[in-house]
């Protein structure tokens, strides 16, 4: 297949944004280059590779120039600023050149428009090829195992005295036997290749399985082995430690930036790589046992044979992550389908209302249950301490003003412009737009809090909110129960709760810490506030349940993707006094969104080891 490709007189092959391009290129292409000489209608004509890497000064434009009319094959590397040159020469070029002349341009995926340089003219006469990665934990590992191949190309001075290439090498029993202490060596290996497509293929549960996306590549593992047998080499024992945090901090934790993420990597390595995995006593998953000592052949067969087949728990996680992952997908899908869909019809035969008459009507709906803004003169009149509860408070109502005052303003604009007296202009069509299509509008989205839902519900739940702060300024009392997903800054709520606490009892506030103590009660339950702290209810926990029978974090039911959580009582202490036996460090996040929406860390009891609710992605959410 190869052989026939290389023969064809293809002018040019690229890939826009799905080609994985290998660690070092030039060796793809000299490798490529030989197979071209090897099948050459002039067999003495040899094969030259140029590799143009990122940042590169002077593109090589004269090799394309000598490629087109003697048999060279001239390969080049992305760089964006000669591009269009290169396009032009690759036209002048299209006709009279030698028949094996053919250029290749590989590409990295690009999130952005931006990021999509290559000329059309190019692309249109180029053959497209990607390389996509494989997909499910089965293909993921047997991936991992074959990477194995590239280790052969590592010098080791006291096995070989000339980098081999991979091409030549012998069988892959070469790398897994390289090493002196064999039996750690080849448990470890395979417990970092299981390591590498559980990280890989985590990102697509989306924020349960990594607050962000981060580009693992097969480099990491190869690197992570090369680095495991000089450790090996060099120790009398296994240093499990130095091990994890070579391999967690640095190989793969050089790409992760979330401070959670961190958490979770560390805690797949120190289940994965322990001293118990030389007993025979180490499940990497549920009914998938670490295996013995086998040959490469024999780890394969293994695969095939023993993993379970795919499904959340493979990764520490809760079936009910798949669900979550697979309902977002289609509503993704089905938005995607409904923003495709023709922006100027009309009345159809079975009349139905226009596209105008519908965003005119959600339009005066808003409009006409939007409440008045408040009064911040007459609030600060009544917050005549300006306890820590009330500056919250006051700074809440600032911010709903802000709010409501942007949607007034563009919703009139708008009105005016869909009755002609104002010409419309970009955001208020993007505004039209918007409502249309359920979504909450840009200008809305910056002044306003995080938040996942469609404009119906968005506008919902704003109206609950200017409602809980309605009750609370009236006389600045604190609730006796605070709904905290109601708040712009839920983080203010719960330090005032600190600074309440280190006024009264003159504590120093940077030795402080809040405890989270989780009730068995309801809303309707409670009347009066503690004494001191706060109750706080609105949570929902994902990935797990609150059990309020036990008291503790216990594994979620089947198809309750978010149970509710009962009201917390939140107060502060100092720090010597916490208790951190048995509890989990749960994050609360203010959406799924997770990442940026960070809040709180609550600590909450278990009786499970913590790393369990680790790897199921457990977090408290205020909104769903």
């Given at each position: 297949m190869v052989q026939k490709m290389c023969c064809r007189a293809m002018k040019g092959t690229a890939?826009?944004?799905g080609m994985v391009e290998p660690e070092q290129p030039e060796s793809e292409y000299e490798r490529l280059g030989a197979v071209t000489q090897s099948c050459s209608t002039n067999s003495h004509t040899a094969g030259r590779g140029v590799v143009m890497q990122h940042g590169g000064k002077e593109p090589p434009l004269h090799h394309v120039t000598l490629g087109s009319t003697r048999s060279h094959s001239v390969n080049i590397h992305l760089v964006a600023r000669w591009l269009g040159s290169l396009e032009k020469l690759l036209e002048?070029?299209?006709?009279?050149?030698?028949?094996n002349f053919r250029v290749f341009v590989s590409a990295e995926p690009s999130s952005t428009p931006e990021g999509h340089i290559i000329p059309q003219g190019i692309l249109e006469n180029s053959i497209k090829i990607t390389n996509e990665p494989p997909t499910g934990m089965h293909a993921n590992l047997h991936k991992a195992l074959d990477n194995f191949t590239q280790l052969a190309d590592v010098y080791l001075p006291d096995k070989r005295s000339v980098l081999v290439s991979p091409a030549l090498c012998g069988p892959t029993e070469d790398t897994l036997e390289m090493c002196a202490r064999e039996n750690e060596f080849k448990s470890i290996v395979f417990a970092l290749c299981y390591f590498h497509a559980v990280v890989a293929e985590r990102r697509k549960f989306?924020?349960?399985?990594?607050?962000?996306?981060?580009?693992?590549?097969?480099?990491?593992?190869?690197?992570?082995?090369?680095?495991?047998?000089?450790?090996?080499e060099a120790n009398p024992k296994v240093p499990y430690d130095d091990l994890r945090y070579l391999f967690g901090e640095i190989m793969y934790g050089g790409h992760i930036t979330d401070d959670w993420d961190r958490r979770l990597c560390r805690t797949y390595l120190e289940e994965f790589i322990k001293p118990e995995m030389m007993?025979?006593?180490?499940?990497?998953?549920?009914?998938?046992?670490?295996?013995?000592?086998?040959d490469y052949n024999g780890y394969h067969l293994y695969i095939d044979q023993a993993l379970p087949?795919?499904?959340?728990?493979?990764?520490?996680?809760?079936?009910?992550?798949?669900?979550?992952?697979?309902?977002?997908?289609?509503?993704?899908?089905?938005?995607?389908?409904?923003?495709?869909?023709?922006?100027?019809?009309?009345?159809?035969?079975?009349?139905?209302?226009?596209?105008?008459?519908?965003?005119?009507a959600v339009l005066e709906e808003i409009v006409e249950k939007l409440p008045e803004e408040f009064n911040m003169a007459e609030l600060l009149g009544k917050a005549e301490e300006r306890t820590p509860y009330q500056v919250v408070?006051?700074?809440?109502?600032?911010?709903?003003?802000?709010?409501?005052?942007?949607?007034?303003?563009?919703?009139?604009?708008?009105?005016?412009?869909?009755?002609?007296?104002?010409?419309?202009?970009?955001?208020?069509?993007?505004?039209?737009?918007?409502?249309?299509?359920?979504?909450?509008?840009?200008?809305?989205?910056?002044?306003?809090?995080?938040?996942?839902?469609?404009?119906?519900l968005w506008f919902t739940d704003l109206l609950a909110r200017i409602k809980e702060l309605e009750a609370w300024s009236t006389d600045f009392v604190l609730p006796s129960v605070v709904w905290l997903a109601g708040f712009f800054n839920p983080q203010s709520f719960l330090t005032a709760i600190m600074q309440a606490m280190a006024?009264?009892?003159?504590?120093?506030?940077?030795?402080?810490?809040?405890?989270?103590?989780?009730t068995k009660k309801n809303r309707e339950d409670i009347s009066l506030p503690p004494r001191e702290g706060a109750y706080v209810h609105g949570l929902y926990m994902e990935g797990a349940r609150w059990d309020t029978q036990t008291g503790m974090v216990v594994e979620a039911r089947l198809k309750e993707l978010t149970p509710a959580v009962p009201v917390l009582f939140i107060r502060a202490i100092p720090v010597d006094k916490q208790d951190n036996r048995n509890v989990y460090q749960c994050p609360l996040y203010?959406?799924?969104?997770?990442?940026?929406?960070?809040?709180?860390?609550?600590?909450?009891?278990?009786?499970?080891?913590?790393?369990?609710?680790?790897?199921?992605?457990?977090?408290l959410l205020l909104q769903i």
């Open positions: 890939s826009n944004n002048q070029h299209a006709e009279g050149s030698h028949e989306g924020p349960q399985g990594w607050n962000r996306s981060y580009p693992f590549n097969t480099g990491d593992l190869t690197i992570s082995v090369n680095v495991l047998y000089n450790y090996l007993e025979g006593e180490l499940h990497l998953a549920p009914g998938f046992p670490l295996p013995g000592n086998m087949a795919e499904s959340p728990y493979l990764y520490g996680l809760h079936p009910n992550a798949e669900i979550g992952f697979l309902t977002q997908t289609s509503e993704k899908l089905f938005r995607t389908v409904l923003e495709m869909q023709p922006r100027d019809g009309g009345v159809g035969e079975g009349g139905g209302t226009t596209r105008e008459e519908k965003v005119r408070a006051l700074q809440e109502c600032e911010r709903m003003n802000v709010l409501t005052q942007e949607i007034r303003r563009s919703l009139c604009e708008l009105s005016l412009g869909l009755k002609g007296e104002l010409t419309m202009t970009s955001d208020m069509e993007s505004l039209q737009n918007a409502i249309f299509l359920d979504m909450v509008p840009d200008s809305w989205t910056k002044r306003a809090y995080p938040s996942m839902s469609g404009l119906a006024r009264r009892n003159e504590w120093p506030l940077d030795r402080m810490c809040l405890q989270c103590d989780v203010k959406t799924r969104q997770r990442g940026p929406t960070y809040v709180w860390t609550f600590n909450l009891k278990t009786k499970e080891n913590p790393s369990r609710w680790t790897l199921a992605g457990v977090a």
